[in-house]
Each structure stands twice: as structure tokens, then as C-alpha cells.
């Protein structure tokens, strides 16, 4: 058995996140007797889970200062930025710069790339300025955010029907897709842009 | 700290784990062990030593583990308590404890 064997997705996981390396360490030690790939993987996760889980803990502040940051940044992104540049040919055509409607692409494509990339740059300044688990801490609170606008969601799918027809239902339908799928999607995408640190060797990290 | 304890002089990570497995007959994930052995160290209970690196671990040293003074006193009120509470239950009398 040679380390290349080893689930390497899982363990560069777990660097990622700063995962202590006698953990790791052990966790390799132990999939070379068990030879299991599903075990090593709920050891990951539950690695993962508990170390974050710890780090939030024992770094309050700091935790706190990370939702901050991101929600604000997510306000603003979303309040502000998000609808001038999904919507950039008509918002340049009202106010006479210029005409490029005839090209700029229609339907959900411009929502999802500006939400994409605004995400990707919200993830990336959390990941970048507190540690990994922060980022993940967000993620969870965004995710927590979008259920709670789960009745809302199923009561317009009961009024399917009533608004098949309206354009307003389609673009209920994208910010739902946005707001589940791609911003989770890409918040992640931009913690992995941050270089990786040095792994931790103590115990009061992940 | 009992796994720790049990463990002896070899007590990192994977046989600590495989004690609580063989006692309690539940699976522990590392990351678990992990977690409570970070507790236990930040109240002083236990400390922790890291080892030399291995091949067999890809290169990652092992962090022993030892109960410390504190930690001992601590277990041993712990076991005197639970012998108090289970003495004089009437309901366990004539039960091999």
C-alpha cells in the first residue's frame, strides 16, 4: 500500500482547511489497515466538522467578524452591484452610455456569472483574512438563510400554474438557483484561491 | 483520559481510538478524539508531545499523549464519585457491578 492509494481529494480537504498533521497523520496510519475509502472519508468529514467546530469555539471574536464581514459584503454585492451589472445593457441604455442590448446575453446566464463571480470574491476575503473554517461557518449561515426562504419557495411552486406564464416566476426560479446551487458553490471556489497555510501542528487548531 | 491512560506509553491518536472502540464498542472518529484530547489539554489535564515523522503516515510525526497530574487527581475524584453514587442503589443490590 503506498500513499498514492490514499483518497487524495480527502486529504488535501483536509490541509485546505488547516486540519491538524498528527490527525492526518493518523487518519492515513489507519485507512492503510482498514484499506476502506468510505471510512477514510466520514473520518474527513467528521475531522473536518469537529476541528471547525473547535476552531469557531475557541476564536469567537474572530468568528463573529467573519459573518460580519461577509454578510456585509454580501449586502452590499447583492443590494448594490449585483442588478446594474446582471443587467448592464439596460442600465447602461437608460442612461445613454450606450446601446449594447443587441449582444449582451439574455435570460439567467449574466445571474449566474456576476453571482458567481461576486461569491468567488466574498469567499476569498473571509478565507483570506480568518481562518478556513470561517469560511465554512458563512457558507452554513448563508445555506441557513436560503431554507428559511424554503416556504416561500414551496408556496410558489403550489401557485405553479398561476404564474407558468410570468416572467416573475422564472426569476424567482434563478435566485433560487443562485442562492442554493451557485453561491455555496462559489463562496467554496473563492476560500480555495487563498494560498494554503502552514499546516497546523497543535491541537488548538482543526 | 481513561483511553489515555489504557493506551500507556504509545497513546496518540489511533490507539486511543481503538480503546474506546474495544470498551465501548462503538466506532470513534479521530476527528472526535481529536476534539475531546484539545479540551482535556486546554484545562491542563493532559499534554501532548509530538514524535518523529513516519513513512508509513506520510511523513506526519504522531502526537503522544499523557495524562497529567492534574489530570490523575481529576480522574481519581471522578472514579470516587461514581462509586459513591453506586453504592446503596437497592435496586442493583446482589448485581455484579
Given at each position: 500500500m503506498t500513499a498514492s492509494s490514499l483518497p487524495t481529494v480527502a486529504t488535501w480537504l483536509m490541509k485546505r482547511i488547516g486540519t491538524n498533521e498528527a490527525l492526518i497523520g493518523d487518519l492515513v496510519e489507519e485507512y492503510h489497515r482498514r484499506q476502506s475509502r468510505t471510512w477514510y472519508w466520514r473520518q474527513t468529514l467528521a475531522a473536518i466538522l469537529m476541528g471547525s467546530y473547535r476552531d469557531v469555539r475557541s476564536n469567537k471574536l474572530l468568528a463573529f467578524r467573519a459573518l460580519l464581514v461577509g454578510w456585509a459584503l454580501s449586502w452590499v454585492f447583492f443590494r448594490i452591484v449585483f442588478f446594474p451589472l446582471a443587467d448592464l445593457d439596460e442600465w447602461l441604455f437608460v442612461r445613454g452610455i450606450?446601446?449594447?442590448?443587441?449582444?449582451w446575453p439574455k435570460g439567467p446566464i449574466p445571474y449566474f456569472v456576476v453571482g458567481s463571480f461576486g461569491c468567488i470574491g466574498i469567499g476569498w476575503v473571509i478565507a483570506r483574512f480568518h481562518r478556513p473554517p470561517m469560511l465554512l461557518m458563512f457558507v452554513v449561515s448563508v445555506m441557513m438563510w436560503n431554507f428559511s426562504w424554503l416556504p416561500i419557495v414551496m408556496s410558489r411552486l403550489i401557485w405553479w400554474p398561476y404564474y407558468r406564464s410570468q416572467w416573475y416566476f422564472y426569476t424567482f426560479l434563478i435566485q433560487g438557483l443562485l442562492a442554493f446551487v451557485v453561491m455555496t458553490i462559489s463562496l467554496l471556489l473563492g476560500g480555495l484561491l487563498v494560498p494554503t497555510r502552514e499546516p497546523s501542528r497543535s491541537l488548538a487548531m482543526p | 483520559m481513561l483511553a489515555v491512560l489504557r493506551a500507556?506509553?504509545?497513546?496518540?491518536?489511533v490507539p486511543i481510538s481503538r480503546e474506546i472502540e474495544a470498551t465501548t464498542g462503538r466506532e470513534a472518529a479521530l476527528g472526535s478524539v481529536y476534539a475531546a484530547l484539545g479540551r482535556l489539554e486546554d484545562k491542563g489535564l493532559v499534554t501532548s508531545k509530538l514524535g518523529e515523522p513516519t513513512a508509513v503516515r506520510g511523513g506526519r510525526a504522531k502526537a503522544y499523549f499523557r495524562v497529567t497530574a492534574k489530570g490523575l487527581r481529576e480522574v481519581r475524584q471522578a472514579q470516587q464519585t461514581l462509586v459513591k453514587l453506586w453504592r446503596g442503589i437497592p435496586q442493583l443490590k446482589g448485581e455484579v457491578a
Open positions: 450606450a446601446d449594447i442590448r443587441s449582444w | 500507556g506509553e504509545d497513546a496518540y491518536g
